[in-house]
């Protein structure tokens, strides 16, 4: 579970949210990174970091950069976790419209009931 908690805590902060939608894309180096957003390079490394030790980013090497990369597997764990209750919450929901249709059609009947009298 330490792993699904700090890849939501990740993904609480829609500055990091966004650095993903970027990596979702290619490869990118911090100074890449950095440039949509309105706050010092130290800032956007901050929130690398925090990427990297949820798993959701890795730094490879190429020459003298060191460009990141989007990690997928965290992501498909908490797509995962979700799906699980999604599933749940659906099965709830059909009972609901069977209880809503079928309280629908006893209210039919005993308005159709009413007007015969």
């Known amino acids: 579970m330490q792993t699904l908690d700090s890849t939501f805590a990740a993904l609480a902060d829609p500055t990091r949210r966004a650095i993903l939608m970027r990596l979702a894309k290619s490869d990118l180096t911090v100074m890449e990174l950095a440039k949509p957003f309105r706050m010092s390079q130290p800032a956007v490394?901050?929130?690398?970091?925090?990427?990297?030790?949820?798993?959701?980013?890795?730094?490879?090497?190429?020459?003298?950069?060191?460009?990141?990369?989007?990690?997928?597997?965290?992501?498909?764990?908490?797509?995962?976790?979700?799906?699980?209750?999604?599933?749940?919450?659906?099965?709830?929901?059909?009972?609901?419209?069977?209880?809503?249709?079928e309280l629908q059609s006893i209210q039919v009947k005993q308005t159709k009931g009413d007007r015969k009298k």
């Open 45 to 101: 490394s901050k929130h690398l970091k925090v990427l990297e030790e949820a798993g959701l980013i890795s730094t490879t090497v190429r020459a003298q950069e060191r460009p990141r990369r989007l990690e997928t597997a965290p992501l498909k764990t908490a797509i995962d976790w979700i799906e699980t209750y999604r599933q749940m919450w659906e099965k709830r929901y059909q009972l609901l419209d069977g209880l809503l249709e």
